[in-house]
């Protein structure tokens, strides 16, 4: 890892200054610099690939909002009020509620202000994710995040957004007040550059990629595998350290107790949220599946050789052909199928009489709609049929959630409630509102952070460096 350190901004000579400098080109900093141009400031947004792609271009893509014309078209009553009533329900209230209310609030703005920038969306209405009470995800046609930042990329070059890449921010240069001037960049050649700024936007993520912070914040998924990016090193959390701001719900993370092992694809939830299953080795289930997908990972990696194997039948196939993902595993030969439980456990290498035992066991509560003894209810979906599918799983990492404290615009804070003048912070490089844990991981709260965040943030550094 490059060392990040904060310099004296009496210290810098710069190459080139602009109003607004970004670190990160994910969904967060794309957003951000969108904002920013819109609102008269220029922008320019450093990042460590060769082409801008960050955690969002590893995730679904899908954007929670309340309130937003596609909802209203679609005949789904919602309201901010009910977003973070769901947000902080998820959460256990163990988060800024103030934040969440005003991030909920912005939240439908900001998928108006997306499709009005030409990211073409549309409301996903064929499942509802674990503890949304309503239609509010919102995607493109094929509902994967390297589509959605192709859309945003195209966005930022409509309104004359700067990317660099192959950029890597190494130091910040900042007065003794916290006021930022600038950035130090490396370039592959070794060589650096110089970047003044009026403002400046971490969107750099979190911490995921950094195994040794992954072990002391969050040991209990330190062994799972790590399905982010690999540029997610903490930096921001380290220039915030060594200025002096707020860090909070460093144990926070996404996991994901679905991703298809040896493949490197997630099987996405709603496979389980409309009646599959987990199962272990032995055929045996081993947890409330529908409490959420973050979660769920912790589980999946305490079991034997920390896998899983998802179980499944045509109707979900059906459904899940949906997405992209789910057609990369197929394309994988990671699904596998038989007419018959036997045959399918045999296809997966687990106990047939195990895996007969348990269909029954949800069979019945399929039925009768009853509690089962995880705590899952199963009410209003039809019995598992075959043909049987299933594929093996394990848990992973996807981002983490802890980071700098910020208040509703994306304004970074000190301890004593206080914001820094110039420097903002949003995606995985801020604080989260899922609470101290993975647990409180509301499907979708990783974008709305980025996205709305990044807008508001973009917005604000503009009126401040152009009022």
């Known amino acids: 890892m490059t060392a990040v350190t904060v310099l004296p901004a009496e210290a810098a000579t710069f190459d080139v200054a602009v109003d607004v400098v970004i670190v990160g080109g994910g969904g967060c900093g794309l957003t ?15 990042e460590r690939d060769a082409t801008p792609s960050g955690s969002t271009g590893m995730s679904t893509g899908l954007i929670p909002g309340a309130g937003s014309q596609l909802q209203s078209a679609a005949g789904v009553a919602d309201s901010a009020q009910l977003f973070a009533r769901d947000v902080l329900a998820k959460a256990k209230q163990q988060t800024d509620a103030d ?85 130090c960049c490396e370039r592959p050649d070794g060589s650096t550059e110089t970047v003044g700024c009026q403002a400046l936007i971490l969107a750099c993520c979190g911490f995921g990629g950094n195994a040794q912070m992954v072990r002391e914040h969050m040991p209990e998924i330190a062994d799972a595998e790590y399905y982010g990016h690999p540029g997610n090193r903490g930096d921001a959390l380290i220039w915030a350290h060594e200025l002096g701001a707020a860090i909070d719900d460093l ?86 199928s038989s007419d018959t439980i036997v045959g399918l456990a045999s296809e997966l ?28 209810v199963f009410a209003d979906r039809p019995p598992l049929t075959a043909p049987f599918f299933g594929v093996k799983v394990t848990g992973a990492l996807f981002h983490t959630q802890g980071g700098l404290r910020v208040d ?46 990044g807008r508001l943030a973009g917005q604000t550094a503009a009126a401040l460096v152009r009022p």
């Open 32 to 46: 951000a610099a969108i904002a920013a141009q819109q609102g008269g400031a220029a922008s320019l947004v450093i």
């Open 99 to 183: 934040i969440v209310r005003e991030l909920a609030e912005a939240s439908g703005e900001t998928i108006d202000w997306l499709v009005a920038a030409g990211v073409q969306l549309s409301l996903v209405d064929s499942f509802l994710y674990p503890g949304h009470t309503v239609h509010r995800m919102h995607g493109t046609k094929n509902r994967t995040g390297s589509e959605l930042m192709g859309a945003l990329s195209d966005a930022l070059t409509r309104v004359d957004g700067d990317v660099l890449t192959e950029a890597t921010v190494t130091s910040l240069f900042a007065d003794a007040d916290g006021r930022v001037a600038g950035v």
């Open 251 to 336: 144990g926070a993370y996404q996991g994901h107790g679905g991703l298809a092992a040896g493949r490197g694809v997630p099987i996405l939830w709603p496979v389980i949220m409309e009646g599959g299953v987990q199962v272990n080795v032995h055929g045996q289930r081993f947890s409330n599946e529908s409490r959420g997908y973050s979660e769920q990972a912790v589980d999946v990696v305490a079991q034997p050789d920390h896998v899983a194997w998802t179980i499944f039948d045509a109707r979900l196939d059906a459904l899940m052909r949906e997405f992209d993902d789910y057609r990369d595993a197929l394309a994988a030969n990671a699904i596998r």
């Open 349 to 376: 290498g687990i106990d047939a009489n195990g895996l007969m035992e348990t269909l029954d066991e949800v069979s019945q509560a399929m039925r009768s709609g009853s509690v089962d003894r995880f705590g899952r």
């Open 408 to 453: 509703g615009v994306g304004r970074v804070q000190r301890p004593d409630g206080t914001a820094f003048p110039n420097l903002f912070a949003g995606g995985g490089a801020a604080r989260g509102i899922s609470g101290p844990s993975s647990w409180g991981y509301l499907a979708g709260n990783g974008l709305l952070t980025a996205t709305t965040l």
